[in-house]
């Protein structure tokens, strides 16, 4: 009987303990939230909003603040990443998932989850002396007739997305097999007995039963390449202007949101530091936006 | 339902005085330490403590060195030296959250409340790949150059290349001296590559022949070429004669209602004593005295 309502008791506590514990991470989101809007929500509305978000020139000394070359920047780069990334992240899935041998499995994927680990400057580092130069050597070589001298450096678009593309395959691979993973094997036998190939098979019945969690990995991968700060300052030039239309605006330098903050937070006076937490306002309602997606999908689902 | 938060309530309070306790257990701990340095000091005629200083990145590789020579000296003391810019290092000052704010500049009319000592003067000089020919501009070159009227490096002797500009971002001191001695009211050209650091610029230079750049003087070095300006070699005897035009002053500032603390002013007197500005000219700036 004692025992029984210790028992009781400790549950309970523990419970308690518990709930606290979850709500510090809602509370600090809360808090983040407050402090970002706070911060840089009244010098937006002072500034401007629309001349905030679609002005063209950003010149702190001047007291000119338009984001929108960032604003451009950060989506270009963030969607060419998903266009290099997101593939080849759901193929090496298909593959982990329904094709490699166990064998191969056990070693691709610690190796995948160690490229998660390794921290972000390591991968601006590499990008900086590697995927550059190379990039370099391409817009400085064969392509120097047909683009600008300042689209010829390297630090471009597409090192900022190659990098960022390396960054965000963890995500979609270990989110995606685990969807492939969860579509019940009957599928895939019976795709088999009514005749299909393996491959067959995997396209048309396994994959799309797990296209909700793949489209998940996506998104989170995405979220991944927008908040990426260090990796992208140290490849992709940072020039505050609109790449180019067409194809060479990939070997155009730009300069993303994330990067902006980090950039010029250390020096900033009082009107700039706002102008940066309006910058992070903008990427919040990004992310924002993205994990509502996110949700709506997985309610979708469920 | 009311025992759990009775009981919850009691252990936050326990925490809560454990925690308090530990606090005073660690403060009245350091306090003892510092008795026992202070005696050591005594016999090693060191002073001890710990001075704290903030701001201006292009300062800190000097005020590091500075520290280290002086904690050699005096065992006991430490110092603490961190970045964060010119703007940092005002407000560390005006603050009082800092012993020493570094500015890489000169101080604005409207940043009260600090008294400056200046320390050192540090040159900027103007970058290209080694193997660019171009070997001295002017003044008003270099203008043209950042403000994008000259693209071509054949507009000024060099080859028929386009001009890549390499710049720093807003807010850094070297953009700001830059600004202030080569650009004046003049905006850098929008295409302009922005690095955030000393490292990165150079790095960008010296993988771009048609790239200029500028850097603090102590940051040049053999990976790229220091350009003459109005026919002046970049050098710290060209500068203190006041012949090379692009330089600026390094300054430690503090807030004037406060005195400086015995070691900050211990601090002080060593950066500008002969050995400390022996330092400052080994770091590759120009002593002040």
């Given amino acids: 009987m004692f025992s029984k309502t210790n028992n009781n008791l400790e549950e309970r506590i523990v419970k308690v303990i518990l709930l606290i514990l979850a709500l510090t991470s809602v509370v600090s989101l809360g808090l983040i939230g407050i402090f970002i809007f706070k911060e840089g929500l009244p010098f937006m509305v002072n500034y401007g909003i629309s001349d905030f978000i679609f002005g063209m020139e950003w010149d702190p000394l001047n007291h000119v603040y338009g984001i929108f070359p960032m604003i451009i920047g950060t989506i270009i780069v963030t969607i060419l990443a998903l266009l290099l990334g997101a593939p080849i992240g759901i193929a090496v899935a298909i593959f982990l998932s329904l094709i490699a041998p166990a064998k191969v499995t056990r070693v691709i994927r610690p190796m995948i989850d160690l490229l998660a680990g390794i921290p972000s400057v390591i991968y601006g580092l590499f990008g900086m002396v590697v995927v550059r130069a190379m990039i370099r050597n391409l817009a400085h070589g064969p392509l120097s007739e047909s683009l600008p001298s300042t689209y010829q450096t390297g630090y471009s678009v597409l090192a900022g997305s190659i990098i960022l593309a390396i960054m965000i395959l963890p995500t979609v691979i270990t989110i995606s097999s685990d969807a492939i993973h969860a579509v019940p094997s009957e599928y895939h036998e019976a795709a088999l007995g009514l005749g299909a190939s393996k491959w067959q098979s995997i396209a048309t019945v396994v994959v799309p039963a797990a296209k909700?969690?793949?489209?998940?990995?996506?998104?989170?991968?995405?979220?991944?390449?927008?908040?990426?700060?260090?990796?992208?300052?140290?490849?992709?030039?940072?020039?505050?202007?609109?790449?180019?239309?067409?194809?060479?605006?990939?070997?155009?330098?730009?300069?993303?949101?994330?990067?902006?903050?980090?950039?010029?937070?250390?020096?900033?006076?009082?009107?700039?530091?706002q102008a940066l937490f309006a910058t992070g306002i903008i990427l919040f309602i990004f992310i924002m936006i993205l994990n509502s997606i996110t949700l709506a999908l997985v309610k979708k689902e469920d | 339902m009311k025992k759990t938060l009775l009981f919850l309530l009691l252990s936050l309070f326990t925490t809560v005085i454990l925690f308090g306790c530990a606090g005073d257990d660690s403060e009245s701990g350091l306090a003892g330490d510092g008795d026992v340095e202070d005696t050591n000091a005594g016999e090693t005629g060191g002073a001890s403590g710990t001075i704290t200083m903030a701001g201006s990145t292009s300062v800190q590789p000097l005020s590091e060195e500075l520290a280290a020579a002086f904690m050699e000296q005096n065992?006991?003391?430490?110092?603490?030296?961190?970045?964060?810019?010119?703007?940092?290092?005002?407000?560390?000052?005006?603050?009082?959250?800092?012993?020493?704010?570094?500015?890489?500049?000169?101080?604005?009319?409207?940043?009260?409340?600090?008294?400056?000592?200046?320390?050192?003067?540090?040159?900027?000089a103007i970058i290209v790949h080694a193997d660019n020919s171009v070997e001295d501009?002017?003044?008003?070159?270099?203008?043209?150059?950042?403000?994008?009227?000259?693209t071509n490096w054949s507009e000024i002797g060099g080859a028929d290349e386009e001009i890549v500009v390499v710049s720093r971002e807003d807010?850094?001191?070297?953009?700001?001296?830059?600004?202030?001695?080569?650009?004046?009211?003049?905006?850098?050209?929008?295409?302009?590559?922005?690095?955030?650091?000393?490292?990165?610029?150079?790095?960008?230079?010296?993988?771009?022949?048609?790239?200029?750049?500028?850097?603090?003087?102590?940051?040049?070095?053999?990976?790229?070429?220091?350009?003459?300006?109005?026919?002046?070699?970049?050098?710290?005897?060209?500068?203190?004669?006041g012949d090379y035009p692009v330089a600026r002053p390094f300054n430690y500032v503090a807030n004037e209602d406060e005195d400086l603390s015995e070691l900050a002013q211990a601090f002080l007197n060593f950066v500008e004593s002969d050995e400390g500005q022996a330092i400052v000219e080994e770091q590759g700036f120009i002593p002040v005295n």
């Fill in chain 1, 212 to 273: 909700s969690g793949i489209i998940t990995s996506i998104i989170l991968g995405t979220g991944r390449a927008l908040g990426e700060t260090m990796a992208i300052i140290m490849v992709v030039g940072n020039t505050v202007a609109i790449p180019a239309l067409g194809w060479k605006g990939i070997f155009a330098p730009v300069r993303t949101l994330t990067g902006n903050v980090a950039l010029e937070m250390g020096y900033a006076g009082p009107e700039h530091r």
């Fill in chain 2, 137 to 150: 501009l002017t003044l008003d070159q270099i203008k043209q150059i950042f403000a994008g009227e000259i």
């Fill in chain 2, 171 to 241: 807010g850094s001191g070297t953009r700001g001296a830059f600004t202030d001695i080569v650009l004046g009211d003049i905006e850098l050209i929008q295409s302009a590559l922005i690095q955030n650091s000393t490292g990165a610029v150079k790095e960008s230079v010296s993988n771009e022949v048609n790239a200029i750049g500028y850097v603090s003087l102590g940051g040049l070095d053999d990976d790229v070429k220091g350009l003459k300006v109005d026919g002046t070699d970049p050098t710290a005897e060209n500068i203190t004669s």
């Fill in chain 2, 75 to 124: 065992p006991d003391a430490r110092l603490e030296v961190s970045g964060g810019g010119s703007g940092a290092g005002i407000q560390a000052a005006q603050e009082k959250t800092a012993d020493f704010g570094a500015v890489s500049r000169e101080i604005a009319d409207d940043e009260t409340g600090i008294n400056t000592y200046t320390i050192a003067i540090d040159g900027i």
